[in-house]
């Protein structure tokens, strides 16, 4: 597999305010692979997906660091096609349009499909993504359709651009885990079948388990622990990846640990801790944490930790 994307020492700011949204986060993603990025409310993850997708809201700005894409074989770099879908799918679809016009317009964009051509490559997608009786829905309007459903049709809208890489930011948060079940299971197959990278973004590390080859574990705009993600859930390195994991809810009657919150909250950007922002909440803090932000640093194999105490394996 060949490196798709390559982000290096990114750094995203809020410029009017001098805050640092993203600070200085490191990761690639390979062709066919997905990235699991994981966090908090707050921690930078959906600033990651946009200034990857270079489509960070108005007032934010990329301030430093690099996010390339595959080298061509001419020695350029070449843009890969990127398509990112949204945590509420009802309300990223425009109510005053069709489904059907909806997808059209991209077939339009990105493949110079009109007409019958594109409203029969629409009825493909929709039927693609599991949605039935297509060609007449072509002429629903989202507020007929349930989250789950415009959410396929987000993922088909992302299709039409026959994309490199998908950003999944939140897919399946403002579903039932019905149709999340569902979603995910559409994911996988179009991963398969296509052979495109994912980045995909949840709190739920269960989704992340599923669907993800690599994590990344975000705090505070930082990257504090990446591994594989099997690696990751079975031996978290870095006390709030493990803390992540404790405060998830189990479905297992044989186990009888309830979660364990996690202390206090997430910090404001504009006030953030000395040293390693975690080390309020963490309980393996020592006088060194509150004094330096910790290197990253190599804790098993591919598996990468930021903490001066890591838990042990
Ligand atoms: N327009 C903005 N101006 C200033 N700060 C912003 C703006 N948008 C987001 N932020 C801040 O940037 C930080 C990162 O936000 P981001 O949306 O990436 O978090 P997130 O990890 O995706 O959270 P969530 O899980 O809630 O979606 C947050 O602290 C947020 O308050
Ligand atoms: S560096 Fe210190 S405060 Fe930060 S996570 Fe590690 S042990 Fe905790
Ligand atoms: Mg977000």
Known sequence: MSTLLTVRDLVVEVPARNIKIIDGINFSLDSGQTLGLVGESGCGKSMTCYAVADML????????????FEQDAGGGRATPKIAMIFQDPTSSLNPVHTI???????????????GMDARMEAVRL?????????????????????????QRVMIAHALAAKPQLLIADEPTTALDVTMQAQILHLLE?????????????????????????????????????????AELLQRPAHPYARALIDCM????????????????????LDSLPEGCHFHPRCLRASVECSAHFPASAAVGLAHEASCYHPVAA
């Open 57 to 68: 809201p108005r007032g934010i700005a990329r301030i430093g660091g690099s996010v390339t």
């Open 249 to 268: 809810p189990s479905i297992d009657p044989q186990d009888l640990d309830p979660p364990v919150p996690i202390p206090g909250s997430v910090p404001l």
């Open 126 to 150: 929709l039927e693609r993504v599991g949605i039935d009786r297509a060609a007449s829905r072509l002429r629903a309007y989202p507020h007929q359709f349930s989250g789950g459903m415009n």
């Open 189 to 229: 197959e179009l991963k398969a079948e296509t052979g495109m990278a994912l980045m995909i973004v949840s709190h739920d590390l269960g989704v992340i388990a599923r669907l993800a080859d690599r994590a990344a574990v975000m705090y505070c705009g930082k990257i504090v622990e990446t591994a594989p993600v």
């Open 100 to 114: 059907g016009y909806y997808l059209e317009t991209a077939l339009y964009r990105h493949q110079g499909l009109k």
